[in-house]
């Protein structure tokens, strides 16, 4: 499962999400280029204008309006550090053939090669129920179907601005915010120090409260499983699945891996 790097000459053939790209070798503009040719975001934005359509047809009072957005803002941080502590992060997915895939996607191989923007961004058989549960009902209750169609296209936008900030925490670039760099640095810790914590992307106030807010001096050693998020070949022999079809367990550094200086696949 090493990181082979692809032929350019013949990559540049590829339809454009067919080719590689790895955000720590690229540049702000073409993140940005990207970006918006995903099909997740082309989604949620195409998403986010069919509920604008549907307030238009009925909508809610101005008052119960912003009373929708705002809970639709107030509930994502925590239904996201929720998800990504108790679902992302749980051991009890690769236990089950029919859930190990669906785990290896949306966040094994995240973790296996943080870099990697192909499986950066968010399976949408798994984000959209979660958008239209942690939004729609409270919206409904707000405002009837004016207030659930404001409350999910807040929830959609804050997903896509989420994707873009999960983004840029990749890049190989220095912010000039300080808010960001404090973003930045916080995901660092989690994808390549300890990833047990700081489960936040753009907020990191449920960590607090919750006890997984860290910095990487007052943890004492790497975690060991910080790239294979504990799935290592003891557990393979019982619940083989996930390295079945990642074509092995990789350990170590993914870029040092691609080198050959570390552990590569293992099959």
């Known amino acids: 499962m090493s990181h082979k790097v692809a032929d350019p000459a013949r990559e540049a053939d590829l339809p454009f999400w067919k080719r590689s790209h790895y955000l720590d070798r690229m540049s702000f ?23 604008l359509i549907v307030f238009a047809l009925r909508p809610a009072g101005a008052w119960q309006t912003l009373a929708a957005i705002a809970a639709g803002i107030a509930i994502y941080p925590l239904a996201w550090h929720l998800l990504h502590q108790y679902v992302l992060h749980s051991r009890w997915m ?11 996607r949306i966040h094994y191989d995240h973790h296996q090669d943080p870099n990697d923007l192909s499986v950066l961004f968010g399976a949408l058989y798994t984000t959209l129920p979660t ?10 209750v707000i405002g009837g179907v004016g207030g659930a169609a404001a409350a999910l296209a807040t929830g959609l936008v804050t997903t896509c601005y989420y994707e873009f900030m999960h983004c840029i925490q990749h890049l190989a670039f220095k912010p000039k915010w300080s808010w960001v760099q404090h973003m930045k640095q916080r995901h660092m810790e989690h994808h390549f120090f300890d990833e047990n914590g700081n489960y936040g992307i753009t907020n990191y106030v449920w960590d ?3 006890g997984t807010y860290y910095v990487k001096k007052d943890r004492p050693a790497r975690s060991p499983t910080v790239f294979n998020l504990g799935y290592d070949e003891q557990v393979a022999e019982r619940y083989p699945w996930v390295k079945e079809l990642s074509g092995g ?12 200086k570390e552990n590569t696949a293992t099959n």
């Open 249 to 260: 367990i990789a350990s170590g550094h993914p870029r040092r891996r691609a080198l050959g």
């Open 131 to 140: 958008i239209a549960l942690a939004t729609i009902p409270i919206g409904w």
């Open 208 to 210: 607090r409260v919750l």
């Open 29 to 51: 503009r073409e993140l940005v280029v990207a970006y918006f040719q995903h099909y997740t975001i082309m989604t949620y934005l195409g998403l986010t204008a069919l509920c």
């Open 94 to 104: 690769w236990k089950s053939r029919l859930l190990s895939p669906t785990w290896k």
